[in-house]
């Protein structure tokens, strides 16, 4: 059986000195996440080469505990990693967030609490629990947690580990659920996409009947569409040329001042703009 990461957030009541005690610890975290990454070298991304950089200097402007300054330093490095993939820099970091390891955190759950490492001392947090909460974290050994601030609350982020469902095997289906009716249906081919054509024919009396704008706006939808669907719109009409009056250039048969139905009296309307 594969096992497989679930992450349980959990809400957080703490007393008002406890709240003060993460805020600092938050803070000097983000700070010396901050002067970590001002003071090594940018290209250096290998977290074991920069904490025999940083450590003592971390722990000793920042009062972090041993693994607080450690992952610290884990976090620039890893923010390193992704902004070279991405071809970015690192971007400030905020007092928001702190990776905890099994060594700074541990979960009760007879209690409903979580015992954390801060700034100054070991703290036992209450948690406010709901029956998901509940049934994720019963017997459970988490190993690590992410201590959060979203506005004035508090939330720790638990991951634990659990066995993945069985992989379900199927040889006579298929299908792809986007949301939209008959967006992919191997069975009916004919059927396949249909909501583009409702919209080619919708934006084919727009384009015919409008602006220069309009038109560019369908001809973009028109690359979009797949092959087959771009066939049809060849098949139904043509979009207007430059050197031909609008309102020759319409999809319908009505002649210059006749009502159009479809062109919902926008016909009439070019009609007299084109008057000399």
């Not at 991951?159 to 992919?184: F, M, R, W, Y």
């Amino acid at each position: 059986m594969t096992e497989q990461v679930l992450t349980v957030r959990c809400k957080l009541s703490p007393t008002d000195s406890q709240a003060e005690e993460m805020d600092d610890t938050l803070k000097a975290f983000a700070d010396a996440c901050n002067w970590i990454n001002q003071n090594t070298p940018a290209k250096l991304r290998n977290k074991v080469r920069i904490q025999g950089i940083v450590y003592q200097d971390v722990r000793a402007k920042f009062g972090l505990s041993a693994n607080l300054a450690i992952r610290a330093i884990n976090r620039v490095a890893s923010n390193r990693k992704t902004a070279m993939k991405d071809h970015s820099s690192v971007k400030n970091f905020e007092p928001t967030s702190i990776d905890y390891d099994t060594r700074i955190f541990a979960f009760r759950e007879k209690d409903e609490e979580i015992s954390v490492t801060l700034l100054r001392s070991r703290q036992r947090i209450k948690l406010v629990l709901g029956d998901y909460q509940r049934t994720r974290l019963k017997d459970s050994k988490p190993t690590s947690a992410t201590l959060c601030k979203k506005g004035s609350e508090y939330y720790i982020n638990i991951q634990v580990k659990s066995e993945a469902p069985e992989q379900i095997h199927v040889d006579t289906v298929l299908g792809v659920d986007l949301g939209i009716n008959d967006s992919c249906d191997l069975r009916r081919p004919e059927v396949w996409r249909k909501d583009y054509q409702a919209n080619q024919e919708s934006l084919c009396v727009y384009a015919c009947c409008s602006s220069t704008e309009s038109r560019e706006r369908y001809k973009e939808f028109k690359a979009k569409m797949p092959r087959a669907s771009a066939t049809t719109i060849r098949q139904r009409s043509t979009l207007p040329t430059a050197d031909q009056p609008r309102n020759q250039q319409s999809h319908c048969d009505q002649s210059p001042g006749d009502s159009c139905q479809n062109c919902s009296g926008r016909l009439n309307w070019n009609q007299r703009r084109h008057q000399p």
